[in-house]
């Protein structure tokens, strides 16, 4: 169906910015709500935010004042702009994609995933 890559994970200190980047490619319709999710080591998938291509975005109470969801149309990519940073937002980040308009939160309504970013963040 759809195949997505993240990139853009790395290592950063305690207060700092990453940005993470999924590609799209095969068919993605303007009805496809975009999101990312994140696993923390020995924790399951939460969901982090989430985005419609064809506009508006929600995010988890958690990182709702530090991150922000947007999408660049030309390149068929989905961002992730984290800010301000914390350890406990250390986990490996994960994109995916469904079809609709509805803003799932759980993992099992998501039927198209990358194979994940690590985001490692030091105190």
């Known amino acids: 169906q759809v195949q997505l890559v993240e990139s853009g994970g790395g290592l950063v200190q305690a207060g700092g910015s990453l940005k993470l980047s999924c590609a799209a490619s095969g068919r993605t319709f303007s009805s496809y709500v975009m999101a990312w999710f994140r696993q923390p080591p020995g924790k399951e998938r939460e969901f982090v935010a989430a985005l419609r291509w064809s506009g508006g975005s929600t995010y988890a109470n958690s990182v709702k004042d530090r991150f922000s969801i947007s999408r660049d149309n030309a390149k068929n990519t989905v961002n992730l702009q984290l800010n301000s940073l914390k350890p406990e937002d250390t986990a490996v980040y994960y994109c995916?994609?469904?079809?609709?308009?509805?803003?799932?939160?759980?993992?099992?309504?998501?039927?198209?995933w990358g194979q994940g970013t690590q985001v490692t963040v030091s105190s």
């Open positions: 995916a994609a469904r079809r609709g308009q509805v803003f799932y939160t759980d993992v099992a309504n998501y039927d198209a």
